[in-house]
């Protein structure tokens, strides 16, 4: 019998542990596409590339996912599987026809929910108390297949994005392992994914970053969570100043409202009281200079809070 064939797509460390599992599987794979590193962004992740080198597979990064050429190319290789594993582009349909027994997209959220992109920020973002990991059947709409798998992981009320990712790559590599043999034999489950309204999201940009204080305090932690380092930050001024917010905490206390939103020190700390009276923790931030000593910085702010915002 001869070994299953899959072309892979696939980027980040989703990309890196779930070619992992294929390889595991002994799974042949004839081709690795990925993307090229964007100089621009701070890569924090492990390397689809350097792990299909590792493995002496032929790996390509093209600048047109949709090509002709790489379409032609997946083509011949008749793969029974195409899988995309946190890939950058959707696949047209001739790439999706080239696969024999299915083309599968394991997605960072437990859809139908959080659909489209960045799905484990805009879960922080939102307040989820859990999130996962959903292998699915790929369509030309976005992360909208009939759904094989998934598997949920929580998100405790002070992890941050990395971490929660972290977690989201665990998930994936769970579903995929335990998903493959029945794919392979033609017997995986698979179910219809109603798609609800209001589900998909779209790509984050650094500035979205930009604090509202207005906001309620337990969704400006959220904002500060979800866009945490590796990621750009949430971004701020302090009596004019740019700040980045890397890190806060809830704290229980409630003071009374403000028409402004201040930080604030008190014993060796930095607080931001906000204009709906919760109050933030500050536990790590920086500003162009570099971390800010917040031990310092909360002497300074007892005498004379600053304006926020």
Known sequence: MSATRAVVFAYHDVG?????????????????????????????????????REYRLPVVMPDDADGAELAQRVAE???????????????GAPILRSARSGALNMHGSLLPKYRGRAPVNWAILNGELQTGATLHYMVERADAGDIVDQLAVPILEDDDAREVFGKVTA??????????????????????????????????????GRIDWSQPAVRIHNLVRAVAPPFPGAITEVDGRPWQIHRTRVEPRIITPSERARLFGAQGACYAACKDGGVLRI??????????????????LEAHPAALG
Request: hydrophobic share 45%.
């Open 16 to 52: 890196v542990r779930c070619l992992k599992v294929l390889l595991s599987a002994k799974v042949e794979i004839p081709l690795v596409v990925t993307v090229k590193d964007d100089p621009k962004e701070n890569r924090w992740f492990a390397s689809v590339a350097d792990t299909a």
């Open 77 to 91: 290789l008749a793969p029974d599987f195409i899988f995309s594993f946190y890939y950058r582009s959707m696949l």
């Open 171 to 208: 998930a994936a590599e769970i579903v995929l392992a335990r998903s493959l043999p029945g794919l392979i034999a033609g017997n995986a489950p698979r179910r219809r994914q109603l798609i609800e309204p209001g589900q998909y999201f779209g790509r984050r940009r650094p500035e979205d």
């Open 283 to 300: 536990l790590a931030a920086a500003t162009t200079d570099g971390p800010v000593d917040l031990t310092r910085v909360s002497r300074e």
